[in-house]
């Protein structure tokens, strides 16, 4: 019994699943463009290539998954996008190089990591991977497979930075990842965070355990919990190795040795006095050698150190730069900068073992490859992984975007262009760490920043900048700038621009002047605000730590005196007076179940309602990874959470369509969420967006109605028109078929104009669509049965037929605004262009016919002149139509006669020994061949016959956006009169003839 | 409690849920297009087939003996090519390109395309084929929650197929080919499938890299003169 009630229990739950609910697959095909940019790219975490075909690389990234090269590094193609996007190491089985496992969650530890969800693992290459665990680890610094055994794998955890974790240390499984054992581990304090296998005898493994954490006002590099392990036995017991190494406390260390000669090893040990350590016995001792700064800047955050896989005195240390040895470490030099600059911050080199010439580099500005050794580097420019942590769009056309990245920079770039948008329109607008980057509205200016509030406002037309960051007065305390400092423009007035260190400023004159517009809107807890003493073993405050900050400004898009304000220690703020005074709401959010204190990550006032305000928050530097989105309709006074289950990632941004007020968009760490009905129901954005982009910012064009979407590891993407989101109510997505109203169609050959020829290499994105799309819905896939998609013109004549696509949910058809190209007759030597083109539909309404099945679901469509061409008035659009109707009949007509020679010719082959068969068979051939070209044999010699040249002057006209000029007109009539002549003379010819024969 | 209920019910889902095998799907699958016995009676087939693209039309007559040889005419605006693939060889006649006459098929493109020879539905043949099932999961296609079955020739080639649990069609196939020193994914969909006079199931539209072909006619068994499959020229 108790089974039956569960199966109803299941029955009745599939059921539920079966009545349509809005979900990721009915937006498939909105299909997001990756904007890139590949000429900037972002931190790569781990390169590895496989030894036996070292075409096939491997490249870990911070947020943007896995990439996968078959050449090489010609060219790459993401194979992770369906989980999570941080990556902290993959490990390859050089046995069997189609099992890899990968570890999620990136191991450089500063204020901006991301977090990973665990081990996956693929047998294929990278097709299909599978979660194997350690779901809690959060960060893995490495993973390596026995050499000799695929199922023998070793994954070293630092485990958690922002709190005490049981899951840190040293794993090994021995069964391909379905289960594991914790063979290293010292306190929840310590994770392990460097691993090393001898190639010559796998069961000798050396690990360093480190103790780190992070706060959100502070970090801590170092502990009694560090230190160097050895193990002789793969990993059954380990002994601590401590001779000739510094006094601990430890920090981060970073090893390695070398594959030809194992005993010779390196160890970068972070300790009061940092420095490089030799052992020449397998790690039993170690001599402390004097080396540069870059060897040992920085180590928790620079734990790259390699060896020539042949050559043991060839020494590799990719850090704060590149620096090379070849004396075993003795001294170092570092690369040229012959080939251009090589970006600093390196984590990731692997070396071809069968080239030991080839390098490949990951730095926090994307991949390098070397010939020589490292000394001279080539960038990569078709990774487009950079991590932004804000967008912005103008009203420009076509509109531009804006963003700054993680370590490289402020940048914009136009969201469409001739020809698509390739690496070279991207334009760089300021430097360090690039943050929020916003235009004026006045369109020649931009305000860009870079960490810790330096702000400047950058003149577009010569691209000088002015630095504008309110000073602190006599008045006031030192200012506290975040790191990630906001500056924004008003939504309801656009010439206010504000910025916010612990007060808030506005300027209305462009940063000219600034006007202190609040008290400490912080909570001003002096105990998270000891940054000098960051860092731990090694000094490091470099504004990532600044604390008890304003994070986010809003104002209402109703009420240019309404403003709010979230804060990084967790108040939520709000002015309705432009900020005479000020009321916090932090007590209210609080009661809804989001926790006090929470980092106030975006705030949103409605577009519809003053008093409705949404807002995330997140939790992530106290351990806390749930989705906090909240909503009050109070203006604050109090808060509802607003939860779903298909949350994943804490939140970044929540941004409400301006259109539809139940369409609301959420960002968080781990995707890209939508709801359609205000919040009740939400979906994962799929469409080309990797289901667990890290969503920084969230942006909805007010005229083309682009989603722009800014992640923190892939770069931009743009969803183009989300009309048809605003559309979908409950209502259509119950029904089998619906086809949407169809946008106006502008008559012309694109907005975009012609590019130059195809872009060589790089990341290139195409453009949005010309024209909109005629958008049906489909309740199902069609596995059975047609779609079929006609246009009919007032007479309801048809004009074209295309077939439509099939897909469940909504489903987009192009049409090319033309109707049927004629055909062509048979006997051509060379592809002929009429053959693929018509003249463009006059303006009008017309019928667009959708056929399902044997089903006719109607709309129309307006087709209207193109107003904004200067060039084509409306009467001359007809007369080019009129002219290209005619050169249409032209081509009709001497297709018509090369038919009926190829039907005589036919005929008369059959009995070619005839000499009166002979006899026509010449005469007619040689008028074919006035008609059209017949010789050429290479589609490089151009033969032009009359055929040719109507095709060509149809094409023209076909395609024509001016007044036609005299002579273009005045050739019509010459092919005109040529085919006249050519017709009778093929009459004549018939007549000739036709009586003497018998067919 | 209620917790505890819904928790059972996602682990009875998930057991449903893979509890199917990869023979279990496929043996769905091969009887929703007909069964096997129907598709072995096929030894050959002509296809006649058309893509239309902007208002204009490609015509495409597809002539095969099943595992023996393949030609396929394409005429475009007036002009005629060809592809032939036979066990041992291969030409291209493609004038739309520029050429002039037929081009032989690298040995490594005629090895790899062995599988375009079997007029069977894959799932049909694959065992006698030596090839290995693997049920991969559900997989989200376009908004249909598919199965995903992988199968892996002797050479260690993979297809990957997309099977619609409503109607146990494929729906989407991706076949991995190595060759000539670059590994290429050909991609094909799978629609509009009608059951035909001899009983089998058959896509009337397949989606390729450049567009829809839209099956206009499908003969079945006709005798074939064995002389197409010799390039012409």
Redesign the interface.
């Known amino acids: 019994m108790k089974k039956i009630s569960l199966a109803i229990l299941l029955l009745a739950s599939l059921h539920a699943v079966a009545q349509t609910t809005v979900n990721s697959g009915m937006f498939g095909m909105l299909e997001a463009r990756q904007l890139g940019p590949g000429t900037m790219s972002g931190r790569i975490t781990s390169i590895v290539g496989v030894n036996s075909d070292t075409k096939v690389i491997y490249v870990g990234t911070a947020g943007g998954g896995i990439w996968k090269s078959t050449n090489a590094g010609t060219s790459f193609r993401p194979i992770f996008d369906k989980y999570c996007q941080s990556i902290g190491a993959i490990g390859i089985s050089q046995k069997k190089p189609a099992t890899i496992y990968v570890g999620t969650g990136e191991s450089n530890m500063r204020n901006s990591v991301s977090i990973g969800n665990g081990m996956y693992k693929t047998t294929d290459a990278g097709d299909n991977w599978k979660f194997i665990g350690l779901d809690s680890t959060e960060h893995i610094s490495k993973v390596i497979v026995h050499p000799n055994n695929d199922q023998i794998v070793y994954v070293a955890v630092p485990g958690p930075l922002w709190s005490d974790s049981r899951h840190r240390g040293l794993y090994k499984s021995v069964n391909g990842g379905e289960s594991w054992e914790k063979i290293l581990y010292k306190d929840e304090k310590t994770g392990c965070a460097e691993l090393l296998m001898d190639p010559k005898n796998p069961d000798i493994l050396y690990a360093a355990m480190w103790q780190f954490r992070r706060q959100p006002f502070s970090f801590n590099s170092g502990g009694e919990g560090s230190g160097m392990f050895k193990s002789t036995d793969g990993g059954a017991s380990w002994k601590e190795i401590t001779n000739g190494l510094p006094a601990k406390p430890f920090g981060r260390i970073a090893m390695a040795l070398a594959p030809s000669d194992p005993k010779k090893m390196w160890a970068i040990v972070e300790s009061k006095s940092t420095g490089l350590y030799i052992s020449e016995d397998g790690g039993e001792s170690w001599k402390n050698q004097s080396a540069t700064m870059n060897v040992c800047a920085r180590p928790f955050y620079f734990s790259t150190f390699e060896v020539d896989p042949k050559d043991a005195k060839r020494v590799y240390r990719p850090g704060y730069e590149f620096s090379y040895s070849d004396d075993g470490g003795y001294s170092f030099s570092g690369a040229s900068g012959d080939g251009g600059w090589v970006h600093s911050d390196m984590h990731a080199l692997w070396i071809n073992p069968d080239n030991t010439n080839l390098l490949y580099l990951g730095t926090d500005g994307g991949v390098y490859k070397s010939i020589d050794k490292g000394i001279t580097w080539t960038f990569t420019h078709s990774l487009p992984v950079g991590q932004f942590y804000h967008v912005a769009y103008d009203l420009q056309k076509p509109y531009r975007v804006y963003g700054g990245l993680q370590d490289n920079g402020s940048w914009m770039a136009p969201s469409a262009a001739p020809g698509g948008i390739s690496n070279a329109h991207w334009s760089r607008v300021g430097g360090g760490d690039g943050f929020w980057t916003i235009p004026d509205a006045d369109g020649q200016t931009v305000y860009s920043e870079y960490q810790g509030g330096n702000m400047s406002r950058v003149n577009l037309q010569n691209m000088k900048s002015e630095e504008i960051q309110p000073k602190q007065t006599s008045q006031e305390e030192k200012l506290r700038w975040n790191w990630n400092t906001p500056l924004v423009t008003g939504a309801k007035n656009s010439k206010n621009l504000y910025t916010g260190a612990q007060y808030l400023y506005r300027s209305v004159n462009q940063g000219r002047d600034w006007t202190r517009i609040s008290g400490d809107l912080t909570t001003n807890n002096k105990d998270k605000q000891k940054q000098e003493e960051s860092g731990g073993l090694s000094a490091d405050n470099t504004s990532a730590e600044n604390h008890c900050t304003i994070f986010t400004i809003a104002e209402s898009p109703l009420d240019a005196n309404m403003i709010w304000v979230g804060t990084d220690d967790g108040n939520i703020q709000y002015t309705t007076d432009g900020g005479k005074t000020w009321k916090n709401t932090a007590s209210a959010y609080a009661a809804a179940g989001i926790p006090a204190g929470t980092w106030v990550s975006s705030i949103e006032p409605s577009h519809f309602d003053k008093n409705t305000v949404y807002a995330t928050f997140e939790n992530h530097m106290y351990g806390d990874h749930a989705t906090y989105l909240g909503k009050s309709t109070d203006m604050g006074h109090s808060w509802t959470r607003i939860k779903h289950n298909d949350f994943t990632g804490f939140a970044h941004k929540i941004c409400e369509d301006p259109v539809n007020k139940n369409l609301l968009f959420l960002g968080t760490e781990m995707g890209l969420f939508a709801t359609l009905d205000g919040g009740n129901h939400w979906l994962r954005m799929k469409n080309n967006i990797p289901e667990y982009a890290l969503v920084r910012d969230i942006k909805i064009h007010p005229e083309t109605h682009d989603l722009i979407v800014g992640t923190h590891g892939r770069g931009i993407f743009i969803v183009d028109d989300i009309s048809v989101m605003r559309n979908l109510t409950a209502e259509i997505w119950e029904k089998d078929v619906y086809l949407f109203p169809t946008a106006a169609m502008t008559l012309n050959n694109g907005q975009y104009g012609w590019g130059g020829p195809e872009v060589s290499g790089g990341w290139w994105a195409g453009n949005p669509p010309s024209n909109p799309s005629i958008d049906y819905y489909l309740k199902e896939r069609l596995n059975t049965g047609s779609a079929e998609i006609s246009i009919y013109d007032a007479n309801h004549t048809l004009i074209q037929t295309m077939p439509g696509s099939k897909r469940k949910g909504i489903n987009k058809v192009y049409w090319n605004l033309r109707g049927l190209p004629p055909k062509v007759a048979e006997g051509s030597t060379k592809m002929d262009g009429a053959g693929f083109t018509a003249p463009m539909v006059l303006p009008g309404t017309y019928t667009i016919e959708l056929k399902i099945k044997d089903q006719i679901y109607t709309s129309k469509v307006q087709c209207v002149h193109d107003a904004d061409n200067k060039d084509l008035s409306a009467a001359d659009r007809t007369l080019v139509y009129n002219k290209a109707m005619q050169l249409q009949q032209l081509y009709n007509n001497i297709n018509a006669d090369v038919d009926t020679i190829q039907y005589y010719k036919t005929k008369l082959k059959a009995d070619s020994n005839s000499k009166v068969n002979k006899a026509m068979l010449a005469d007619i051939e040689k008028i074919r061949a006035e008609l059209m070209a017949t010789k050429q044999t290479s589609i490089f010699a151009d033969e032009e016959k009359l055929r040719e040249k109507t095709s060509k002057l149809y094409g023209s006209f076909c395609s024509m956006e001016a007044k036609p000029n005299d002579i273009q007109l005045k050739a019509i009539e010459a092919l005109d009169e040529e085919y006249k002549q050519l017709n009778k003379k093929l009459k004549a010819t018939l007549e000739k003839h036709l009586p003497k024969l018998n067919l | 409690m209620k917790k505890l209920?819904l928790s059972?019910?996602a682990v009875?889902?998930l057991q449903l849920a893979f509890a199917q095998t990869a023979d279990e799907i496929i043996n769905k699958h091969i009887i929703a297009i007909g069964g096997a016995e129907n598709w072995k009676k096929i030894n050959s087939m002509v296809m006649d087939a058309s893509i239309?693209a902007?208002?204009?039309e490609i015509k495409v007559t597809r002539t095969q003996i099943h595992n023996k040889a393949m030609r396929m005419d394409i005429a475009?605006?007036?002009?005629n090519g060809y592809q032939i693939l036979t066990q041992t060889a291969g030409w291209g006649y493609m004038?739309?390109?520029?050429q002039?006459k037929a081009e032989p098929m690298t040995a490594d493109d005629v090895k790899t395309s062995q599988d375009e020879l079997s007029l069977l539905d894959e799932f049909v043949t694959y065992k006698e084929m030596g090839k290995k099932a693997e049920y991969?999961g559900k997989d989200?296609l376009?908004?249909?929650e598919c199965l995903?079955v992988?199968l892996t020739d002797k050479d260690g080639q993979?297809t990957?197929f997309w099977i619609?649990p409503?109607?146990f069609?494929t729906?989407k196939q991706v076949q991995?080919v190595k060759a000539n020193g670059?590994?290429v994914e050909s991609v094909s969909t799978y629609?509009?499938?009608?059951k035909i006079d001899e009983g089998i199931v058959y896509p009337?539209?397949i989606g390729g890299d450049n567009?829809?072909i839209?099956i206009t006619k499908l003969t079945i068994n006709s005798t074939i003169d064995e002389s197409l499959f010799k390039p012409s020229n």
């Not at chain 2, 004038?95 to 520029?98: C, I, N, Q, Y």
């Not at chain 2, 629609?191 to 009608?194: E, G, H, L, M």
């Open positions: 209920i059972l019910c009875l889902s239309k902007q208002g204009a475009v605006a007036g002009m004038p739309f390109a520029g002039t991969l989200d376009d908004g249909t995903k992988k993979e990957t619609d409503a109607t069609y729906i991995k670059k590994e629609s509009n499938y009608k009337f539209s567009g829809d839209e």
